[in-house]
């Protein structure tokens, strides 16, 4: 196994040098992309920070609608899904699952 390994890299290193490593589509340069991954970046960092004080039902649901808004949605379903989802998700984690979500201070 080892020696099937080390053939496989050789021959992927062998191939790295003639191609780029990531090639990223054109589609990505566009403004809503960019901010979409900024956006999600960002809320996850702060929800990994502050997520005991925001709460899971409030983080969710503004990372939801965030992300929705984002990605050209426009219609005030959205909003409905963004709650259905995070009630869902929320209720297969603390019910089923028994894992305990935060509820945030401002509740």
Do not use: N
């Amino acid at each position: 196994m080892m020696i099937g390994g080390a053939i496989v890299a050789a021959m992927s290193l062998r191939r790295l040098r003639k191609s780029a490593l990531v090639t990223l589509d054109p589609g990505w340069y566009q403004p809503l992309h960019l901010a979409s991954v900024v956006f999600c970046l960002l809320g996850t960092l702060v929800l990994s920070i502050w997520f005991e004080d925001i709460g899971f039902p409030l983080g969710a649901l503004v990372m939801c609608t965030g992300m929705y808004l984002l990605s050209g949605l426009r219609k005030p379903l959205i909003f409905v899904m963004a709650a259905g989802f995070v009630a869902i998700v929320a209720l297969v984690m603390t019910r089923m699952l028994y894992v305990p979500l935060p509820m945030g201070s401002w509740l």
